[in-house]
């Protein structure tokens, strides 16, 4: 239950998303909104787990770890921490994220008989992504550029903010999206499948199609959340 709900709970990863929408939209109430994703997050989990454990049925187990003694940090072993966390982070910016930025420009600047373009609406990515269009036009994420950035989140979910930085060449995020669709958006990231490497590790742990049920039935809580939050605000609006 704990592996199945806690990639419902916002990672490091979908930081630069938040930081993205909510500043081009909610510029005044971005921390207010960055902190409500936040404590959404934690509460589907919550609620998650307590419709899991009524399906999932087992003996307590008891639960022992021993604690370390608590110091205070030194500089050398927070310099380390963070050594650590800048190193992880370079490692994917230079591998994972470069890699799929890479591919999107190439698949956005060549058409199908492998010529340049002068619109990308008329590139190999544009044709490959107007399929998945209508499954995000609902929740009022129908553009293409968006559609194709979600999905090199399954990549890395910082890859979302470098694909829409080279689909959108320039265009602000406000003239494409409405202040209720950005909504659906944040709703969206938060919810959908995780990363790569945490499907992976779901996969190693409880095999491949628990891994795919993973990414299945968080994508359908994400589509069927976002719904709502835009049939909702647009009632209301």
Request: charged share 10%.
């Amino acid at each position: 239950i704990t592996m199945l709900i806690v990639p419902l709970m916002s990672c490091a990863g979908r930081m630069p998303v938040y930081v993205l929408i909510a500043g081009a939209f909610f510029s005044r109430n971005a921390g207010v909104v960055l902190l409500g994703l936040y404590a959404l997050g934690i509460l589907l989990a919550v609620l998650a787990a307590k419709v899991m454990s009524s399906f999932f049925k087992d003996d307590d187990l008891p639960f022992v770890m021993e604690l370390p003694n608590y110091r205070m940090p030194t500089f050398k072993n927070t310099s380390l921490l963070l050594w650590d966390k800048a190193k992880d982070f370079l490692q994917r910016a230079f591998t994972i994220i470069f890699l799929a930025t890479l591919i999107i420009w190439f698949l956005q600047s060549f058409d199908i008989h492998f010529t340049l373009v002068e619109d990308s609406k008329d590139s190999i990515l544009a044709m490959i992504s107007s399929l998945l269009v209508p499954i995000f036009k609902p929740i009022g994420l129908g553009d293409w550029r968006i559609c194709t950035s979600l999905i090199t989140g399954f990549i890395a979910k910082e890859s979302v903010v470098s694909t829409m930085e080279v689909l959108f060449a320039g265009q602000a995020i406000t003239q494409v999206l409405s202040t209720l669709s950005a909504t659906s958006l944040l709703i969206f990231s938060l919810l959908y499948s995780p990363c790569a490497a945490a499907i992976s590790s779901i996969k190693n742990e409880l095999g491949g199609k628990w891994a795919l049920g993973v990414v299945l039935w968080q994508c359908g809580i994400a589509w069927v959340a976002s719904l709502l939050v835009y049939l909702i605000g647009g009632l209301m609006i």
